[in-house]
T-cell receptor, first 113, second 111 residues
Framework: SAVISQKPSRDICQRGTSLTIQCQVD?????MFWYRQQPGQSLTLIAT?????????ESGFVIDKFPISRPNLTFSTLTVSNMSPEDSSIYLC??????????FGQGTRLTVV | EDQVTQSPEALRLQEGESSSLNCSYT??????LFWYRQDPGKGPEFLFT???AGEEKEKERLKATLTKKESFLHITAPKPEDSATYLC????????????FGQGTTLQVKP
């Protein structure tokens, strides 16, 4: 399976600021996704990162709040904009490439104060 | 609406005490059911994929089974290092890689 690296692994941010999370994969992959895991909760899909076009967002998530880039088949970024304490979560990048199962990075633990 | 429910939320076992975790699902067109293990502060680690009712997969002390409505993760003679949160997820037809997760079962195995 692909090796997925996320940066930063954790951060503490002031409310009202933005944080960009990077996801780097060691091989080209077709599908890349961003998930959120709120404290004590399971994973919820934010969006599918589409290479060369706009991301596809799930219900309840919008581009202005979570802009996503995917410039090539190995890299994507997720920005959490205008943060509030409710955005404190673990953000996870995942990839799937020709198989149904998805593989995950280590996650970015975000705390907004 | 597609839904995945796991039970119990938490499970405490003594080392060597076998048990099962449950994952029930209501989806339109199951393409695959997945089990993941998640350790604190880490991303989910893939364990198994099950595609059709009657299928079984095994890995060390873990065995996953699938029926038309639910999946079980059987843990035989667990060890303390099996302590983790076990997540069940499904993907439906036409949505490769897009997973719907259950709430997870947090397993603690005491020596």
């Amino acid at each position: 399976s692909a090796v997925i690296s996320q940066k930063p692994s954790r951060d503490i941010c002031q409310r009202g600021t933005s944080l960009t999370i990077q996801c780097q994969v060691d091989s080209q992959v077709t599908m890349m996704f961003w998930y959120r895991q709120q404290p004590g909760q399971s994973l919820t899909l934010i969006a599918t990162a589409n290479q060369g076009s706009e991301a596809t967002y799930e219900s309840g998530f919008v581009i202005d709040k979570f802009p996503i880039s995917r410039p090539n088949l190995t890299f994507s970024t997720l920005t959490v904009s205008n943060m509030s304490p409710e955005d404190s979560s673990i953000y996870l990048c995942s990839v799937a490439d020709g198989v149904p199962e998805a593989f995950f990075g280590q996650g970015t633990r975000l705390t907004v104060v | 609406e597609d839904q995945v429910t796991q039970s119990p939320e938490a499970l405490r076992l003594q080392e060597g005490e076998s048990s099962s975790l449950n994952c029930s699902y209501t989806v339109s067109g199951l393409r695959g059911l997945f089990w993941y293990r998640q350790d604190p502060g880490k991303g989910p680690e893939f364990l198994f994929t099950l595609y059709s009712a009657g299928e079984e997969k095994e890995k060390e002390r873990l065995k996953a089974t699938l029926t038309k409505k639910e999946s079980f993760l059987h843990i035989t003679a667990p060890k303390p290092e099996d302590s983790a949160t076990y997540l069940c997820a499904v993907t439906v037809s036409g949505n490769t890689g897009k997973l719907i997760f259950g709430q997870g079962t947090t397993l603690q195995v005491k020596p």
